[in-house]
């Protein structure tokens, strides 16, 4: 291969052209990429774009296309110095958190992003975001599955989307930074997670794991919730753990019998709990106050400060490796990937 960078387009705004339905993915994304940076290319590292097929909208993610991505990236492993991942910007956190858990320590660098409106439209932001991502492609060791977005390095598993109406479109609530792209570039290569050239990555196709289909569910905490919502989950078979959002630090409603019931129902049905914070930043205490402390008693893990989309991935990754209930008590609280922060 002569390209140093393969591009993976899956879909997502950056790519998509107006048709009379609306936005939709369009194919023939290298043509434009190369007409968008204009004279900026000849700075770039050289690229070939792979278009997924079909092109979706970032709507319809499932588990499903992450396997797909990690096994087209073991696929291309040998022939490329670096990746890069056009998604959209939706479901983007889900993606960097699941290929994050799934890939580990990378000795090449994935780097992901996106765009707010779409390439070769009048203000897009696409054009910055790809000569970023291009830019950090090879430039730099990065071992993190990470995003660029709006001249900012962030590990994928940290990432949130906090506007649909801003080109700032993500942050990470509760870390760090990787890097900051202005009219310099830093990077924070001591923020990282630390590579080994003799990591999973060596041999891709041992993280290609199968997920299983609503094997994670989501239940949001709030006042006067009917009971079917989280009910429902206990007699679905498929459904094998579920993310409780709950308040502030971590706090349920400790005097509604009918949700210390759920909790303790499946507990004996073997289904795991995880405790995440419905706020945007800090994390979970559990027992701090006396209406989180009945938690633990129940097998409640917590979430310590990861986001909603980090727990769901790593539980749906925890699962499809094969771990048992058993198991994702023992191993909840490792940090494979800088998920939390280590206190």
């Known amino acids: 291969m002569s390209a140093k960078v393969l591009i993976l387009y899956t879909g997502g705004t950056i790519g998509m052209i107006q048709t009379e339905q609306g936005l939709a993915p369009a194919s023939g994304l290298q043509e434009r990429i190369e007409m968008a940076l204009g004279m900026s290319i000849n700075t770039l590292p050289s690229f070939e774009v792979l278009e997924i097929s079909p092109l979706i ?29 056009l998604h959209g910007t ?23 992003t996106g765009s707010q409106i779409p390439l070769g439209m009048n203000r897009s932001d696409a054009t910055s975001n790809l000569q970023a991502a291009l830019s950090l492609a090879i430039s730099h060791r990065i071992a993190d599955v990470s995003l660029v977005f709006d ?24 870390d760090d930074l990787l890097g900051e792209l202005a ?24 993280n290609i794991v199968s997920f299983k289909t609503g094997a994670v569910g989501v239940v949001t905490l709030h006042p006067s919730q009917p009971v079917a919502i989280y009910l429902s989950l206990l007699d679905d078979d498929n459904c094998k753990a579920i993310v409780l959002l709950t308040y502030g630090a971590g706090n349920v409603p400790d005097q509604n019998p009918a949700f210390l019931s759920f909790l303790t129902e499946a507990m004996l049905r073997k ?51 094969g771990e048992s209930y058993y198991g994702i008590l023992e191993k909840w609280n490792t940090n494979y990937c800088g998920e939390f922060t280590l206190q």
């Open 57 to 85: 909208d970032s709507a319809n993610i499932t588990p499903k296309h992450w396997t797909k991505l990690v096994s087209i990236l073991a696929t291309h492993w040998q022939d490329y110095d670096g990746f890069v991942i």
């Open 90 to 112: 939706d479901t983007m956190a889900y993606t960097a958190s699941a290929l994050s858990f799934m890939l580990g320590a990378c000795t090449k660098n994935i780097i992901l």
């Open 151 to 174: 001249g900012k390095l962030m590990r994928g598993n940290r990432i949130q989307k906090i506007s649909s109406g801003r080109f700032e479109a993500f942050h990470t609530p509760n």
């Open 183 to 206: 009219i310099g570039m830093q990077l924070y290569p001591n923020r990282m997670i630390k590579s080994n050239d003799e990591s999973v990555t060596t041999l891709l196709e041992n």
């Open 271 to 321: 289904k795991n709990i995880v405790n995440l914070t419905q706020c945007l930043h800090g994390g979970v205490s559990q027992g701090a106050y006396a209406a989180g402390s009945i938690l633990s008693s129940m097998n409640v893990l917590s979430g310590r400060d990861m986001t909603l989309e980090a727990a769901f991935c790593k539980l749906h990754w925890l699962i499809a490796t």
